[in-house]
Structures are given as C-alpha cells and as structure tokens.
C-alpha cells in the first residue's frame, strides 16, 4: 500500500545504539528475522528488566539481564522503549534483513535524575567543547570570516512544512521540519531537562535550521553532521513534545527569522558577536547568566544552553529564556491558518435540492489541514476540494441535500498542531431553508465512481455512543477522550447507516498520541443492516499525511451500514490521547466497466509499454479513470528501481476494475494527492491496470522519499497470509522484465537509491515502516527477480560505459564498468581496439592498467551479444598519470579553526588535508609471524614493513592515536607495493573498523591487478565517520585501519594517513583542532585524474580577543593580546553626542610604538589606549588582533587628550 508523496523519511543512518557485530563474523548457523539486544539504565549501565519493547503490531519484555528479543519480519521499522520512571524513546528508520537479527541496543534515561545521573546524562548528549565550537563556527564563517551581514539580515520570515537534508553519502532528501527537528534537539539538550528549556532549544534549533543556506551549492539547507546540527533516528518523548508543543514556532527580530546561535555554557556573561567575531547582530548582545559556570564553554554567542535549564527550573518559560538570550526578538508561532469567502448555493430549496457549501483555507506553509468540516445543525460534514482552485490557499467543498427546515452551519478547520480556525468565530451562519417538497424527489443519479463521508467531530456526532472509560472531552470541536481516572477506555458507535451502497470503505482521523500513547480503530459493516461481518483493526497507513491526518487503506465489501470502536491507552507516563475527528468515506465505484467485460483493443497500452508476451495493459480509459479528479501535475524522474505493494486488503469480492477506481478516487480525492498513487496495478486473474498518469518515468505516490527515481507496482489484494495467485505472479513478472528493459534495470543488482544501497526490484517494507508487500509476496521477491532476468536474456542487448564517462581524465590501475538493457552471455572490453579481455554474469567490469599505455587519448570499447543481437559502446579516456604541481598558502594566524587556503596550481582541480594523521607502516602492530621490518630506499622514511609467501596471514594493524572530528568524511590511505601486479588472487584485506572490531566502517579486497607498477602506489578506502561512539558497550572510543596480508605474495606497508575528503578549489578551507596555538599538517594538491602532491603547511589559531587590562590612573585603557600580537592599524575610536544612541564612524587611532629589536613591525604585545578630547562626548575604543579577533571597550566619558602609547612585546 502507498505512502505519502509530500511529507517523507528515509533510512541508512544507524546512530549511537547499533551494534551490527554478526554482520562481520562468521555464521554457523541461520538466524531468525528479528531485532534483538540489551535495554540498560544510561547512567549506571545497569540492565533494566521489565522495559516493554514495541514494533509495529510486534511487542517484547526485557529479561532480568536487560535483553530482549522482537521476530518481526524483514523490513523497516521503529522500535520504542518504554519503562516506569524513564524517558520514552524510540529508534526509527531500523533496517532488518531476511534471516539477520539486527542488535539493538538502547541506553535508557531517567526520568528524575539525581545529580550524579544528572552529570553522567549531560556527559552522554552534551558534545565537548570542540564540536560545539566547530560546528557553530563553520556554520557562521566563511573561510574564518564571521558574514554578520547574512546573520543580521536573513530574509526567513516563516518555518517552512519541509526542509532539504544532504545524507553523509551526499544524497538530498526533503523530510519533515519538525520531523527533522525531533531527530536533532535530543543530541542538543539531554532530554530529561526541564520542558521549558526543551521548548526553547527546540525553538533556537528550528530557527537555526531554515536560516541556513550552508549546501545550497547540493540543493539541500542542512546536513546531519555538527556542521549544521546532528540529526540521528533516536527520538526521546520530552523532546518530541517539545517539538510538538513549539510547532513552526520561530524567534524573530524586526519581522526575520534569527540565526539562533548557542552554546553549552557560558562563565557568567554570554558574549556578543562584536566580542566573538568583531561585527555587531543586534540581537546578539552580551547578558548575565545564571549557569552557574565560571569558565566558557563553546564560543559563548546567544542562547546558554545550562542557562536556559537554569532559567527554566526558576520557572521562566521558553519565551522569556529566549527573549533573555536574544535582545529585542519577539518569539512568533506561525500565523494560525485563516477561512475566507464562505458560500453557500442556494441558499433555499426543497428535500431534494443539492446545497454547496465552499470555504478557502489559508495556511502559512500551504499544508493541507488535518481537518476539514463544515458543522450543519451541530454535526459534522467532511469537506474536499472544489474542482475549482484559487491562486492562493485551498478551496473546499460540500454538496448535500438536506432534510426540511430551517438550518445553520459554520465552517472548522485544524492543521493537525492545535492551530484551529472556525467560521464565523462564534456562532453560526444562517442558511439553507429546505422547505418539504410537494412530491419528494428521488436522488439524482451520479455516474462514475461516487464518494460520501460520515464524520464525528462534534459532541452531536458522538452522541448516542457507548462509553466505558472515556467520556467526550474539550479538545478540537469536541473529542472522544479518556476519562479522568481511567487509563484505558473504548468507545462504541451506534449503528450508522451509510449515506449510499459502498463496495470501499477508508478511514481518516486526527488523534494526538504523545508519549506512548495508543488508539486503535476497529470497523465493522453490514450489507442489509442485519447480518455482520466480524470486527476488523483499522490498520493506519505507514506514514500520516503532511497535515497530520491518519489515514487507513480501504476495505472493500459491499455495505449499506457500519459500526466502529475505539479504543484508547494512555502512555506510561500518563500522557493521555484523544480523537478529534474521524470520518469514513463509503465509496461506490461500480459504474464503469466490469473488469471481465474490458475489450482488449480499447483497453491496452501501447506496443513499446509492453515486452514480447506480456499481458494487455488496461488503459485508465479502459478502466474508467475519471480524468477530472487528475490534478496532480506529472514529475519525472530517471526510473532506476521498482517497489512492489499489495493494497493490504481483501477484495471482498469486488470487481477489480471497481477496485482500482476505488483506490483511485481515495488517493486522488479524499488523499488529495490529486491522481493514484501506484503506477500499474495487477489483479489476481493477471490483468494490469495502467496507474499514475504521465507515462514513462512519471513520479507517483507510494514510497514517499522513495517515489522519485522508482515505478511502483502494486498488487490487489493482502499477501501477508496467503498465496500470490498464480496469474498474477506471471503478469508481475512479465511487467517487471518490461520495466527492467526499458529503464536498463539490472533485476539481479543491488544499488545505491536515494540513501542506501537496496536492490533494483525491492518490496515497499525495504524502504517504509510497513508489511507491504505482505510476507507471502515479499518472500517471493528473489525467485521473481531470477524469472526476469531468464525473460530479459533473449531481447536484444544495448550497451553503455558506465565508468569512466567520456572524455575523463584516469590513471593508475581505472575499473571500467559497462551496463545492459537485458542480461547477455558475455561482455567483451576493447582498448584501441585490441582487446583486453572479457565478463559473463551480469558483472560487466574490468582492470585497465594506465601505466602499459603512453599518456593522452584512448579508446574504449564495451562489445555484447546475445540470441537478440549485437552492441557495442564507445568511450574515449586521457590517461594522466603525471602529479600536478602547485604552491599552498595558509595565513600565520587565524582566529578560527577554519583556515582559508591559498592554491597556487595550473593543473590542480582538488585539495585534502591530514592534520598529522599519519603512521608507518614498520611501526604498527603485526600478528607474530607475519613478515618483518625491512631497510627500504623507496619508502618515505626509509624502512617499511614485508610480509612474504613464507610468513603467515594475519593483521597489520595500531595502535592509531588520532582525534578525529565526528560526523565528517575522509579517505584512508595505505602506501604498498608488491612485485605482483597481476591476477585477482588477493594480497590483503584493507578494512576500515572500531577498536574492538565490532563495526565495520569499510573494506575492499587489494590484488595483485590493482596495482600498477611494483613502486609503491597509495589505496584509499573512504570513510564516513558518523559516530562519537563507534563502540556501544562502554569502551573507549577508536579506530583501526587494517592490511590483513594473505602470503600470496611479497607485501610491503609503507605509510597509513588520513585525508578529509577532496574539496574543489579555488577557496578550500582547512580546519584545524578548535585549540590554540601552531597547528601543522599536509595539504594534498589533487589533478583531476586523481594524481597527488603533498606541501607541509603550518598555521597558528588564536580565537581569543585582546583582554582588556583596566585603567591606569590618568585614564588611558590598557589592552593586550599575548598570542598573535595587536594589529596597531586598526585602533580606532566612535564618539555618541546623545548618550549612545547613535555613534560616528569608526576612525582611525595613529600609533607610533617604539620597536624593540627582533619585534614584528605593527604588532605589539600591549598598548595604552586613551580617548579623544572633545570634553563631555560618550566614546568607545576597538582594536584587533593579528587573527582578526576584535575587542571593543565599554563606552566611557573622557576628558583627556587623545594620546596612544606602545611598547614592542
């Protein structure tokens, strides 16, 4: 079953409580599919029995050690922790393979912490004082250079629904602002922290985030690294609610969202920016602290966050703590979304008159509500989209015939946040008056598919209900609630009739569930009023929709009434639910054609939609698709992969034709998606229905983050229990080959598809928090993908080089790739026409050694064949194996650990830097037997490491000491030679693991056809260093870069290093450890082939402005910088004439020092600073220092001639 299109998230990154150690040992036996692992207490790592584990409909206790085990079946999922006396969470985005238990460990927090806890816990989520500083500074600075012009101005005036986020593995994807925002202030702010600090880190950390722009130059506002601020999938109840509590909440200063910067502690006086970064944000003063610290801890600007916990336990709420930190914000939620041009026509008629009722909804983020009624007599009438849409907001609509009298009705709306809007504000409309007809008139007959609501959203519309243990409460217009001393309860409708024969039914509802807390829907229908069906769970869609409604998958069956139940579970730290609003859409789509009775000729698809044997694709104007519920403009995407669904229904014996139409008007409509979602669907008897409109490549709407790039198949019926009929296995099958041959679509390949690596042909519950395509079809998937590729193996082939691309410049040792439209025997490699050597298996990849041929152009040629025909693709390479040259400049001093870098180069397109990290090879530790040190000129310093086909296999490996900055990527290097360069036989190992080797960062197998020539070359592994604990079961952090020699042949390790990973030029930056003082390292000059040159380069940090030493006694400021020295030029004076509202332009102080012998002309140690002469006048004094940290004085009245002395330091 789909997902939604707008509001998205993704999976791949596993944070802090992963501990994935089976994946890297060997396996003796086959493990069952599940999630298993130890629950402990954070702060004393004790195991906690009794914690109550939930995913999905799957549920676990812990055992007295605190483990537990969930057999849930293969999939995406969420994990949620709950226990008496801790915070709840949950771990979402949990990938679980077929056959694998995935561990998850998970580090509870208490919930009133004593103050031992209360460290161990602000240890445990607070980052240390180098990331902190590291990322606020890199998100401020451009290359060590503060744009307060960008942070006083940023033009963000609103939050918007949705914000861009580039994953570690460079790929963008659009997610949930607070969704997102639930994901980052738990790594801010320890969730057992008072709410109010929560609300307002939350608030800082959102207003933070949409004034960003730091990957513009990918497509994406934020990542999920400390440059911007760390995102991870465990989410804390507090922090949820926080988020929640404070939805599109922004702090603003004169109308624009601020760049909310913050810190950990302050010692007392937070600092300004002026005092920071030497520019002046107006909202960014310097102001007491009640933090309790005396020294600084991060860089000092904005919110304290240890303040804001202070202010908060002295009863501040969140907007007096941030209006404490950010002088002159207001703090502004977004504007509470508006109703206009109410209408209603006509406004009189009889009994069988249809009367319109439209309303615009206007919402700040153009989300579409949660809610969306129009209240006729005190009930509820769900409303949709007018055919007709306005420029601005959304236009909705109800046409009803009502009974006789004089009637009133006013409009509600609720964007699923709280945030409610009714019209009129109080009371209600006047309108229609239905007079009796002299003969009542019979409806008038709809064609197509129809579509009517029954809505519950008003003490009337529960009324007559039976209640045990809830009651209907206050919240939105009326809600069913839990009563006040209950912690479960269910309320049952009367028997409702329905307002026609329906052969669908859908369920919508807004029901807040904090903190644990449950609802569970139950539906059940009957066909005459007297005999029904059994009770059936109403099980909600994988995701809400963007305006916080829940949505079911419909239920299909012929009906004339229905009854439902609710049931209602309070969390276990009380938080309590609610349903607000619930409505069911009865929908009849039997008027149209009858899927047996379809006429092939008017209902098939075009010959090139269609491989050789595949079944007739019905057209949606064979199948009825009413073209004017087709809103959704298409969107086109190159289709790299499939998603299979099942609709997770029974058909319940309707026509499939009926089914899809259905389905069709639910999405379309009643989802407002504005077309299906699916792109083809199939029926058990092996019909295909054509889906979304648009054709080839159209994006729909079923795998959310997924949905670009993807087709998505989906299969009428539930097969989680039963068989995949066979016709329809047949026509999945044949689809798919159709599919795979039109988009080049290895079936048997696995790829990387928006944030991980997934295979061509996957189920839905790969990608979403979802059963579908339920057990029975997913179980089918490996014996499908083999059955399309035997189809796809007798088309005819063609051929493309995927690596190099044409006209790339290579060398060393290039792989050359090559991909098929269809499967062929054999592929076969041409180097300027001779021919290199060739692949069978679907694995079209070949080693080309550069260093056999002179440099410049070359040729390559990709030849294929099979029982279809002939292919061949050409490339042509320039072969560079040459390093480039170039100078590497970097300032003498810097005030931030961003270094600004001068490249001088004609052939350099790319730099990297190690900032020492780097071994040799002789000097590691090496398993006894394994070779030995060795005298060598080639190495760099003169001696390297050997192991021989005499010596024994084993590890090469640490111990590495190296501090490397988190959530950022490098590659690792590894310096070897081997008189083998030939043969695929391995060498060694070289992988990238934690210092207990329980997780894995990377690996690849070097042979001997990797290498080029018998010198020594350098091996890079990339490595995405996500983690502050690779480790998960308290030991110390660390990494180890390993060569696991094989004895096949002779071996030597030279040099391991680190590098970050290449930044373009011409304006990298280097950044350095947030300390100061003299910081050394290596610049690598890169040319675009991927040769190296290393420079040395060296540079000095000073972050600390010049101390302000006091007055002496005939009034001159005495003022010192005892690192990088004062910047004698930029001594400057400003005078205010009406008591510092207004100032002068800075102008210049002249200093003549006397220069001792060996000092640096212009840079003093000290000066003595004295104001201008104008008696009476406000002054202020500045000056810098060598790093560019500015120190501005106090404004003070002088009396005293302007006179500066110097003395050389």
């Not at 499908?784 to 088309?795: D, K, M, N, T």
């Not at 400049?889 to 490249?903: F, H, K, L, M």
């Amino acid at each position: 079953m789909p997902s939604i299109r707008r509001t998205i998230v993704f999976a791949g990154i596993v944070i802090l409580v992963v501990a994935a150690a089976a994946r890297f040992l060997p396996a003796s036996v086959a493990s069952p599919t599940g999630i298993v692992g130890t629950v402990t207490d954070l702060t004393s790592k004790r195991p906690l029995a009794g914690v109550r584990l939930r995913a999905g409909a799957y549920e676990a206790v812990t055992d007295a050690s605190g483990r537990y085990r969930l057999p849930v079946e293969a999939g995406l999922h969420a994990v949620r922790a709950e226990a008496a006396g801790y915070v709840g969470m949950t771990h979402r985005y949990l990938t679980v393979t077929e056959g694998d238990e995935a561990s998850v460990n998970l580090a509870m927090v208490p919930e009133d912490a004593s103050p031992e806890e209360a460290a161990a816990i602000e240890a445990a989520f607070l980052r240390s004082a180098e990331e902190a500083a590291a990322r606020q500074a890199e998100a401020a600075l451009a290359t060590g250079t503060i744009s307060v012009q960008g942070l006083a101005a940023t033009g963000v005036t609103e939050a918007p629904a949705t914000i861009r986020v580039v994953m570690p593995d460079g790929a963008v994807v659009e997610m949930g602002l607070d969704e997102y925002l639930k994901g980052v202030v738990p790594n801010e702010m320890p969730p057992n922290w008072p709410a109010e600090a929560l609300r307002a880190q939350a608030v800082a950390a959102r207003s933070y985030a949409i004034t960003g722009a730091g990957h513009a130059d990918v497509g994406a506002d934020v990542c999920t690294t400390t440059h911007c601020q760390v995102w991870s999938p465990i989410q804390y109840d507090t922090t949820d609610q926080a988020v929640d509590d404070t939805h599109g909440v922004t702090a603003r200063y004169q109308g624009e969202v601020i760049r909310a910067f913050f810190h950990a502690h302050c010692d007392g006086q937070t600092r300004s920016t002026q005092d920071a970064w030497g520019s002046t944000v107006s909202y960014c003063q310097s102001v007491a602290c009640p933090c309790g610290y005396s020294s600084l801890y991060g860089h000092g600007v904005g919110m304290c966050q240890f303040g804001a916990r202070a202010l908060a336990a002295e009863g501040f709420g969140y907007v007096d703590i941030l209006k404490h930190y950010y002088a002159g914000i207001e703090v502004v939620g977004p504007p509470s979304p508006t109703l206009g041009q109410p209408a209603l026509a006509p406004a009189s008629g009889d009994q069988s008159t249809h009367f319109a009722f439209e309303v615009t909804y206007l919402s700040a983020n153009g989300a579409p509500p949660a809610v969306a009624n129009v209240v006729i007599d005190g009930h509820a009438h769900t409303l949709t989209l007018a055919p007709a849409q306005p420029a601005e907001g959304r236009r909705y609509r109800l046409e009803t015939s009502l009974p006789a009298g004089e009637h009133q009705y006013h409009f509600y709306f609720d964007d699923g946040t709280g945030n409610a809007a009714r019209l009129p504000t109080s009371g209600a409309f006047a309108g229609p008056a239905v007079h009796p007809a002299g003969t009542p008139l019979a409806p008038a007959a709809e064609d197509g598919t129809v579509g009517r609501y029954l809505t519950f959203s008003t003490p009337d519309d529960w009324a007559g209900g039976e209640h045990q243990g809830t009651w209907i409460g206050p919240q939105g217009d009326g809600a069913v609630a839990l009563a006040e001393d209950a912690t479960t309860g269910t309320y049952t409708s009367p028997v409702l009739d329905a307002p026609l024969a329906f052969v669908a039914l859908g369920a919508g509802w807004h029901a807040p569930t904090p903190g644990g807390a449950q609802m569970r829907l139950e539906v059940r229908t009957s066909a005459d009023g007297a005999t029904w069906g059994t009770w059936q769970v109403v099980e909600e869609d994988n995701e809400p929709d963007e305006g916080g409604a829940t949505h079911s998958a419909l239920l299909f069956g012929e009906g004339r009434a229905l009854q439902y139940r609710v049931t209602l579970s309070a969390g276990p730290s009380g938080a309590r639910p609610a349903l607000e609003d619930l409505h069911f859409v009865c929908i009849d789509s039997r008027d149209g054609p009858q899927a047996p009775d379809i006429v092939a000729s008017g209902g098939s698809a075009s010959a090139d939609e269609a491989a050789d044997a595949m079944p007739q694709i019905i057209t949606r104007q064979g199948w009825g698709a009413n073209e004017a519920l087709m809103t959704a403009e298409p969107e086109y995407r190159p289709v790299t992969a499939v998603v299979v669904h099942h609709t997770a229904t029974d058909d319940g014996g309707v026509d499939p034709a009926a089914m899809v139409r259905a389905i069709y008007y639910y999405h379309a409509v009643s989802r407002e998606w504005g077309d299906i979602g699916y792109n083809f669907l199939i029926d058990k008897y092996g019909r295909i229905y054509e889906g979304r409109s648009g054709g080839s490549g159209v994006v729909g709407f079923h795998a959310a983050a997924y949905n670009w790039g993807s087709v998505g198949l989906s299969l009428i019926g539930n097969y989680q229990s039963v068989d995949v009929p066979g016709p329809m296995r047949d026509s999945l099958t044949w689809l798919l080959a159709a599919k795979a041959s039109e988009h080049w679509i290895d079936p048997l390949a696995e790829q990387h598809f928006i944030d991980r690596v997934l295979p061509t042909i996957m189920g839905h519950r790969d990608v979403g928090i979802t059963a579908c395509p339920g057990a029975r079809a997913y179980a089918l998937l490996p014996d499908i993908r083999s059955a399309v590729a035997g189809l796809l193996s007798s088309q005819p082939p063609q051929v493309r080089i995927t690596a190099p691309s044409q006209n790339a410049a290579v060398r060393g040792v290039v792989e050359i790739t090559a991909s098929c439209s269809v499967p062929v025997g054999e592929a076969t490699l041409f180097v300027d026409g001779t021919e290199v050597g060739s692949q069978s298996g679907g694995m079209y990849s070949w080693r080309w050694n550069t260093a056999a041929v002179p440099e410049g152009r070359h040729t390559l040629r990709v030849s294929v064949e099979n029982p279809g025909g002939v292919s061949a693709a050409d490339a042509a390479v320039w072969v560079d194996n040459t390093p480039p040259t170039g100078s590497v400049t970097v300032p003498t001093w810097s005030r931030s650990a961003a270094v600004p870098v001068t490249i001088g180069s004609t052939d350099a397109v790319a730099v990297q830097f190690s900032n020492g990290w780097i071994w040799e090879g002789e000097d590691l530790r090496h398993q006894e037997g394994t070779g030995q040190r060795v005298e060598d000129p080639e190495a760099l310093n003169g001696a390297a490491w050997r192991g021989t086909p005499g010596d024994a296999a084993g590890w090469w490996h640490g111990p590495y000491t190296l501090a490397l900055p988190t959530w950022r990527d490098y590659q690792v290097y590894y310096r070897l030679k081997s008189p083998q360069t030939s043969g695929a036989a391995p060498l060694a190992i070289l992988d990238i693991v934690d210092n207990l080797s329980t997780r894995a960062y990377a690996s690849r197998t070097l042979a001997g056809q990797d290498l080029a020539t018998a010198h020594y070359e350098e091996v890079a592994l990339n490595l995405v260093y996500q983690n502050t604990a690779p480790t998960y079961n308290g030991e110390p952090n660390g990494l180890e870069f390993r060569t696991w020699f094989q004895a096949q042949a002779d071996l030597y390790l030279d040099r391991v290093s680190v590098f970050t990973m290449p930044q373009d030029l011409p304006a990298p930056t280097w950044r350095v450890p947030n300390a100061e003082g003299e910081h050394t390292g290596v610049a690598r000059l890169l040319d675009e082939a991927g040769n190296h040159y290393d420079v040395p380069v060296t540079t000095r940090v000073d972050a600390t402005p010049p101390e302000e030493l006091g007055t002496t006694a005939d009034g001159a400021t005495r003022v010192m910088d005892v690192l990088s020295g004062l910047d004698t030029s930029s001594a400057a004076w400003s005078a205010s004439a009406n008591g510092g509202r207004t100032w002068s332009e800075w102008q210049t102080l002249p200093i003549t020092p006397t220069v001792q012998p060996g000092a640096t002309v212009g840079v003093l140690d000290e000066v003595l600073l004295q104001a201008p002469e104008e008696a009476g006048d406000l002054v202020r004094l500045r000056i810098r220092d060598m790093a560019g940290n500015w120190r501005v004085m106090p404004p003070f009245i002088v009396e005293l001639p302007l006179v500066v002395r110097g003395g050389a330091g």
